[in-house]
């Protein structure tokens, strides 16, 4: 159980370094265009759902730390 949880919290942890590349290149990639336009441009929604979607990955390292640190315990 031990090892599948290890196996588990190193693909998170790859999955929240892969959305976290992502965003940054996203983000390297704005434009003067999408800073002046008009409400949220393509570029800074898909930014927010990257964010949020790394944010999700994040909470669920730290419940899979803490399950692996509970079965340490007992």
């Known amino acids: 159980m031990k090892l599948f949880l290890a196996f588990v ?3 998170l942890v790859i999955s929240v370094g892969v959305v976290l590349i992502c965003g940054l290149v996203n983000m390297a990639g704005t434009t003067t265009a999408d ?5 949220p441009s ?3 929604l898909k930014s927010n759902k990257l964010m949020m ?5 994040q909470g669920v390292a730290i ?3 803490f ?3 509970a079965t340490m315990q007992g």
């Open 42 to 44: 393509q570029r800074a």
């Open 63 to 65: 419940f899979v730390i």
């Open 53 to 57: 979607q790394r944010i999700l990955l």
């Open 67 to 69: 399950v692996i640190l």
């Open 35 to 39: 800073l002046e336009g008009e409400g």
């Open 9 to 11: 919290l190193l693909a």
